[in-house]
């Protein structure tokens, strides 16, 4: 049997099924999959993809269709003799190089100021010097960390919270997958366009998604909803702040509905021209779960949040996690607790500030003249409004010159907006301007009649 070695991209806007079809087409036509080549069967290709099984039976059915491939009764599904494709020995020697990576500029990956690497190093090795739990970690998370965060939510969040109102989590998309399952049965609004994965993490709880147009949160009719999840410190990605009679409408609609908002606090520490704006849930703590995370600020490696939610909830989430042993890794919250205690998270974050600023107004620069500019006022990505074509047109651009600009539409489902998202988090100056020039070049041209 043939092993099929692909890696499916849940950030591209392309379905899965689409995706898997496109790579196994490649491989064929590359002859990576010589012609009569048997392929895992789509139970067992599911299964170490880790997706659903119609996902596999779709992308095998259109590529049978298309003649790539063939079913053979009782016996699997081969690589078609029809393709006019001849096996291909295998090439002897080095293999041929791989192109070179893309450079992603997406809306997620932080810059950190390389000069506090030495406070990472000590971490760990604080980490190495204290004594793990003996037995299973408390699933709330370290009673330190929880103090600290408690302290740091009142200071720069206006939370006031009590060490035992947090609970750390494995990250946001983690924190809100135990709120989901806290509730009771019901749909969930999301934001559109609006984060991917919280729609993703909703629908793998079984929740029907709602969408909630995101240009306009103080109209949202929140009845029959369980959960209404919203970005308000930084709407992602459209990179707006919630206005503050918006917020006002929301929890109202929220009371009234008996719905839990789950705010995402994504970027509030990034804003360049006032102090953060404080959290929605300092305005009502009844009726809004509190999601936080350290990705943007040490490392989306670090898989690490954290929860503050109504005391009912959190009581249901106290006791799945007792029984499924689900808490965070013990070394990463010890870290993270050693990072917070020197001061290291702070320094980051101002330098981070002071960098994202100086970016966004370049890209502010460099793309304002061809359409509208969502802010930037915060956080590491500033998004360009255009239409579709356009849009398309300096995305292919920019991939063509080594990058990968996401589209706008790619993070809607309904909504029907297009244009640019182009973050400036991970990459460097020179790779940042390289790319507003291939984006600049791509819009610089007449569009076809």
Wanted: proline residues 7%; contains cysteine.
């Amino acid at each position: 049997m043939q092993t099929l070695a692909v890696v499916l991209d849940r950030s591209d806007r392309r379905a899965l099924g689409v995706q898997l079809a496109d790579e196994i087409r490649r491989q064929v036509g590359n002859g990576r999959l010589p012609v009569g080549s048997r392929l895992p069967s789509s139970r067992a290709l599911a299964g170490e993809l880790g997706v659903a099984r119609a996902v596999a039976e779709r992308a095998y059915a259109q590529l049978v269709a298309e003649g790539w491939l063939e079913g053979r009764h009782g016996s699997g599904t081969f690589v078609a003799g029809g393709t006019g494709l001849a096996p291909r020995p295998r090439r002897r020697g080095s293999p041929a190089p791989a192109a070179p990576a893309l450079v992603r500029l997406d809306t997620g990956t932080p810059w950190i100021d390389p000069r506090y690497a030495d406070a990472w190093r000590r971490a760990w090795r604080d980490v190495g010097a204290a004594r793990p739990p003996e037995g299973y970690d408390d699933p709330r998370g370290l009673p330190a960390l929880r103090a600290e965060l408690a302290t740091r939510l009142a200071r720069a969040r206006g939370l006031d919270v009590e060490p035992d109102d947090v609970r750390v989590t494995a990250g946001t998309g983690d924190g809100l997958r135990h709120v989901l399952t806290a509730l009771p049965p019901g749909p969930v609004g999301v934001e559109d366009p609006g984060y991917r994965s919280a729609a993703a993490v909703a629908g793998l709880a079984g929740r029907t998604v709602v969408d909630l147009p995101a240009e306009d949160p103080a109209g949202w009719d929140l009845r029959g909803l369980a959960a209404a999840y919203v970005t308000p410190a930084h709407q992602h990605p459209l990179g707006h702040t919630m206005p503050g009679h918006a917020r006002v409408s929301l929890l109202a609609a929220a009371r009234a509905a008996g719905t839990l908002v789950v705010e995402d606090d994504y970027d509030s520490e990034f804003r360049y021209d006032v102090a953060p704006v404080p959290a929605l849930a300092s305005l009502d703590r009844e009726h809004v779960a509190y999601l936080g995370t350290a990705s943007k600020t040490v490392a989306p490696s670090m898989r690490l949040g954290w929860l503050v939610a109504p005391p009912a909830v959190l009581d249901r989430v106290d006791r799945t996690r007792e029984i499924t042993h689900d808490a965070a890794a013990w070394p990463v919250q010890r870290a993270f607790l050693s990072l917070l205690r020197e001061g290291y998270v702070d320094r980051v974050v101002r330098s981070a500030r002071r960098r994202y600023a100086q970016r966004a107004e370049r890209v502010a620069a460099a793309l304002g003249p061809y359409g509208g500019v969502a802010g930037p006022i915060a956080g590491m990505y500033a998004t360009i409004r255009l239409d579709e074509a356009r849009a398309v047109r300096a995305h292919e651009a920019a991939r063509a010159a080594g990058f990968d600009v996401p589209l706008l539409a790619g993070y809607g489902r309904s909504a029907g907006l297009h244009g640019l998202v182009v973050g400036f988090g991970g990459c460097t100056d020179q790779q940042l301007d390289a790319a507003l020039g291939a984006l600049t070049a791509a819009l610089d041209r007449p569009d076809r009649a």
